[in-house]
Each structure stands twice: as C-alpha cells, then as structure tokens.
C-alpha cells in the first residue's frame, strides 16, 4: 500500500465459475482526489465495486483503508469505519420520509444502546435530534431539504440519485464510490451532481467512481483507471488515458 493512499487495491481477483471477473487489479486512490474506474460492460467494474464495498469477497488479494484490512468485513462494518456507496439503481425504503431514508445509515454512528433507545433516555433524544439535523444539513447540501418530509418514493429519478448520495455522505465517509451516479440524468441534472461530488472533493473525502460518460470522467476525475475482460489495462491522469493505444483500442478506436 502505498503510503499516502487512504484506499489501497492490492492484486485483488474475483470469480464466477470458469469466468474470471477479476483479475489481478492493483490501484491506490489519494486522500483527497477524485479516480474513475472506466471500461466497457463486462470489464470487472461493478465486481470490483462490490468487492471494496464487501459484496462479495476476493478470491486473493487485499482491500485496505485507511491503513485497515476490509478483507472479511461485512458492508456495514466498513460502512462504519468511512466507506460510503451510492448504487446505479436507487434503493430506497418505501414509505418513509426523504429525511428518515438518510438517517438510516447514519445511525450507524449512534452511540446509545438499545436499552437508551427503548426508553428513549435523554441521552437517546439529544443524539437522535443531533442525527436528524446532519442528515437536515446533508439534504440542504444536495439539494432536497425541501423534500425532507415527503415519501422517498415520490421522488423523480434524479431526486432519488440525489438521495443515494445525500445517504452515502449522511455517514461522513473518508471514501464515497459512486456507482453510474449520473445515469438516467438530464443535462442540469449531471452538471449539478458534478458539482456536488467536486464540493464533496474540496470538503475532504476521497471519491472512487464508475461513470461511462466519458465527457464527464475526463473533466471531473484526477486519475482513472482502465479495465478490460477483469483487467486493469491503463492508470493515469486524464490527458495521458486520452492517448493510451489501448485505451483506444478497447474503445473501438474512438477518442474518449
């Protein structure tokens, strides 16, 4: 692990019967920074995803964070100790507020037990009061405090994106990996989940994406990462993945 990388992916592979999803792929991401996994369906992406998130569990290899070795966490340890993931499909639990769909994940952080919250103690009411008006503060910085009390399942689309992300973030993640965060958005939609995630960035928290708008991956992503049939196939910043020959050969030959 490099020792700057609050995310290390140490030759970490993955597979489905005689299908090798994974293979092999080693990549840090920086304190700090915004890296893009891209490459065409099939490529090991969203295995790779779920395998840092604890979906499922590396054949070899090593996940680690922040110094921490996730290999056996279940999710909501590591969601516990700084992971956060937004999915391509929005989950969300039906019949409940906007604001009480985010505030399920950051009960995570609830220190009173269970006896405190039976009784609803004092001690239960202040952190409960302090966990509603975070996930009031997230929600303004997404854009839906104004729906905070409505059903979740009366969202539009990119509402219910914007709701992923305000759950991710509701948990102070030290990492957030956003999974197709813009699929399915308008035009305004998009550029205004991009500023959310560059505003997430300057705050401090590492961002680790899978997108295939590639106009949007040049122009928002510090460094990317290439993946081919389950490998990593190019690393680099921006300008230098523009002109990798296999990168563009992967791409049928287009530019990206």
Same mark, same amino acid.
């Given at each position: 692990?490099?020792?700057?990388?609050?995310?290390?992916?140490?030759?970490?592979?993955?597979? @489905?019967?005689?299908?090798?999803?994974?293979?092999?792929?080693? @990549? &840090?991401v920086r304190?700090?920074?915004?890296?893009?996994?891209?490459?065409?369906?099939?490529?090991?992406?969203?295995?790779?995803?779920?395998?840092?998130?604890?979906?499922?569990?590396?054949?070899?290899?090593?996940?680690?964070?922040?110094?921490?070795?996730?290999?056996?966490?279940?999710?909501?340890?590591?969601?516990?100790?700084?992971?956060?993931?937004? @999915?391509?499909?929005?989950?969300?639990?039906?019949?409940?507020?906007?604001?009480?769909?985010?505030?399920?994940?950051?009960?995570?952080?609830?220190?009173?037990?269970?006896?405190?919250?039976?009784?609803?103690?004092?001690?239960?009411?202040?952190?409960?009061?302090?966990?509603?008006?975070?996930?009031?503060?997230?929600?303004?910085?997404?854009?839906?405090?104004?729906?905070?009390?409505?059903?979740?399942?009366?969202?539009?689309?990119?509402?219910?994106?914007?709701l992923e992300?305000?759950?991710?973030?509701?948990?102070?993640?030290?990492?957030?990996?956003?999974?197709?965060?813009?699929?399915?958005?308008?035009?305004?939609?998009?550029?205004?989940?991009?500023?959310?995630?560059?505003?997430?960035?300057?705050?401090?928290?590492?961002?680790?994406?899978?997108?295939?708008?590639?106009?949007?991956?040049?122009?928002?992503?510090?460094?990317?990462?290439?993946?081919?049939?389950?490998?990593?196939?190019?690393?680099?910043?921006?300008?230098?993945?523009?002109? &990798?020959?296999?990168?563009?050969?992967?791409?049928?030959?287009?530019?990206?």
């Amino acid at each position: 692990m490099a020792g700057d990388a609050v995310l290390s992916i140490e030759s970490i592979s993955k597979s @489905f019967g005689g299908l090798r999803a994974v293979s092999e792929v080693s @990549f &840090d991401v920086r304190p700090g920074a915004i890296k893009a996994v891209i490459g065409p369906n099939g490529a090991g992406k969203s295995t790779l995803f779920n395998l840092i998130t604890g979906l499922e569990s590396p054949l070899s290899g090593r996940i680690v964070m922040d110094g921490c070795i996730l290999n056996g966490l279940k999710p909501n340890r590591r969601a516990a100790l700084g992971m956060g993931r937004t @999915f391509q499909t929005p989950q969300v639990f039906e019949g409940m507020s906007v604001l009480d769909n985010v505030l399920v994940g950051r009960h995570l952080h609830a220190t009173s037990g269970w006896l405190d919250a039976l009784a609803y103690t004092g001690r239960s009411r202040r952190e409960e009061a302090a966990m509603r008006e975070h996930c009031l503060e997230v929600l303004e910085k997404v854009g839906l405090a104004d729906r905070a009390h409505e059903d979740a399942a009366d969202l539009a689309c990119g509402q219910l994106k914007l709701l992923e992300m305000a759950r991710a973030l509701a948990l102070d993640p030290k990492v957030v990996l956003l999974d197709e965060f813009t699929a399915g958005l308008t035009h305004q939609e998009t550029g205004h989940m991009m500023d959310i995630v560059r505003g997430v960035r300057d705050e401090g928290v590492t961002v680790l994406l899978v997108e295939h708008d590639m106009h949007l991956v040049m122009n928002l992503s510090d460094e990317i990462v290439v993946m081919n049939f389950g490998q990593k196939i190019a690393e680099g910043p921006p300008e230098e993945i523009q002109r &990798d020959e296999r990168v563009i050969e992967v791409y049928l030959g287009t530019e990206i």
